[in-house]
Structures are given as structure tokens and as C-alpha cells.
């Protein structure tokens, strides 16, 4: 494939995984915030988007 689509496939995969990473980080860090919530009952730790 000389006209570097497979090139272009790679790339966007890459990126996909990496995003799909990115949110999977997002997500536990939400969780942890909410176990230490409900272990210490404390929110300063605890985002905008969690209270």
C-alpha cells in the first residue's frame, strides 16, 4: 500500500487507544476520589464534576 493509508490506519488507532486510555485514567481517578470519600467522609479532595 503505497499511498501510506495503512500509514494513516496506524495512526488513528493509536490515537483511539491513547483517548480510550486517557478516559480509562479519568474514570479511576473519579473512583478513587469517591472511595476516600466514603472512607473518610472529607470532599476537599473530591472534583466539581464528582459533588
Request: net charge negative.
Amino acid at each position: 500500500d503505497g499511498d501510506g493509508s495503512g500509514d494513516i490506519r496506524v495512526a488513528l488507532a493509536t490515537f483511539s487507544v491513547g483517548r480510550s486510555l486517557e478516559r480509562i485514567g479519568d474514570h479511576a481517578g473519579i473512583i478513587g476520589a469517591r472511595l476516600r470519600y466514603l472512607i473518610t467522609g472529607d470532599t476537599a479532595h473530591l472534583v466539581a464534576e464528582v459533588r
